[in-house]
């Protein structure tokens, strides 16, 4: 068995919409009224490179597809089934609660759909532990932040902690993230956890602001460093409160905010000891899965298969779930580790 497809993983940066597999697009575009979208494009093949904005084109198409609460729990089921055939062991989904009025789709139902599918893959002996991570798309602007923050709030207090928390995501152009700050202090005072994209691009001073927050985790974080348009002072600001990285190789490299594997912002992070999170972003849309994430860290960067199940093992410290929770994922991936090397 391949090496990085046996390892016991954590995947914690998986947008539910970016992660459909070309099965479950079939199944959905079978349906009627979707085949006039049949011919659109919404993955990136093997070595096809696009830019950020073909990325958004793309998930455009994908949010046409996407668009009933139906269609909502099939792609999260079997967006779960697949991590888990990929021996993940513990997932943090997210994505934006979108209101399609065609369907009678609204917020609330989407939510519901994808806590339904979660809840029953427990009982599909699947061996993985799932959370659901509500996702503020910086294009719809601070009141809907503010919805989405009191239905983060609202759904982890029914769903028994499967929401854990909020995101903040889409296209890093869009508007200026500053103004949904005291959004994120608020969701802060009432227990959720931040893992907000920062620094996809360069933009020195909203990133700055945005770190004050103290954000949880970092999605990305690409230029953060003075080569790619930062600078020092956000290197080290993320450096002294150790904000783990969340870190997607082929999303950056197909979505071109970065040159190449050898470019990645994952060897200067890495290097400093920073804890770096492999993750695949969009596992649809880039062709991808969380083994092959693995595999092309470890060739681009020389890892050991010690260094690999390390790097997988310590990401279980920044999940956003209860301590009793991480102690028992230590203990299966230590068992996993003697099995393995
Ligand atoms: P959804 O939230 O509908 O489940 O997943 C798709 C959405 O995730 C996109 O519309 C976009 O807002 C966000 N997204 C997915 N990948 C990326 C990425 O690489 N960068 C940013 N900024 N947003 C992304």
Not at 313 to 330: V, Y
Request: glycine content about 4%.
């Amino acid at each position: 068995v391949d090496f990085f497809h046996a390892i016991p993983k954590i995947e914690l940066h998986a947008h539910i919409n970016g992660s459909i597999s070309t099965g479950t697009m079939k199944k959905l575009l079978d349906r009627k009224e979707k085949k006039i979208l049949e011919h659109c494009k919404t993955t990136f093949e093997e070595a096809e490179r696009g830019t950020l904005d073909d990325c958004f084109k793309i998930f455009s198409v994908i949010h046409q597809i996407s668009d009933s609460t139906e269609a909502a729990y099939t792609i999260t089921t079997d967006v779960i089934r697949e991590f888990a055939e990929d021996n993940v062991k513990y997932l943090e989904l997210r994505s934006t609660p979108r209101d399609i009025a065609k369907t009678g789709m609204t917020k609330q139902s989407y939510i519901e759909a994808v806590l339904k599918a979660i809840e029953d893959c427990k009982s599909q002996d699947l061996d993985i532990v799932v959370k659901f991570i509500l996702a503020i798309d910086r294009r719809n602007g601070v009141e809907v932040a503010k919805e989405t923050l009191d239905l983060a709030e609202k759904y982890r207090n029914i769903s028994s902690d499967t929401v854990v928390g909020l995101d903040l995501s889409g296209d890093p152009y869009a508007g200026d993230a500053r103004d949904y700050i005291p959004v994120f202090r608020d969701a802060k005072r009432r227990g959720l956890k931040l893992a907000l994209h920062l620094a996809e691009v360069p933009n020195k001073e909203e990133t700055m602001a945005l770190l004050k927050v103290l954000p949880d985790r970092i999605g990305h974080g690409t230029c953060l460093h003075q080569e790619a348009g930062g600078s020092l002072e956000l290197v080290e600001f993320v450096a002294k409160h150790r904000i783990p990285l969340e870190l997607c190789l082929t999303s950056n490299v197909k979505g071109r905010t970065v040159s190449d594997f050898d470019n990645h912002q994952f060897k200067l992070w890495y290097d400093l000891g920073h804890p770096c999170i492999i993750c695949t972003d969009d596992k649809g849309v880039f062709s991808t899965s969380l083994s092959q994430e693995y595999s092309i860290a470890a060739n681009t960067f020389g890892l050991s298969n010690e260094a690999v199940l390390d790097m997988a093992c310590n990401s279980i410290e920044h999940i956003f779930a209860e301590d009793n929770l991480k102690a028992t994922l230590r203990d299966s991936f230590q068992e996993q580790r003697h099995l393995l090397l």
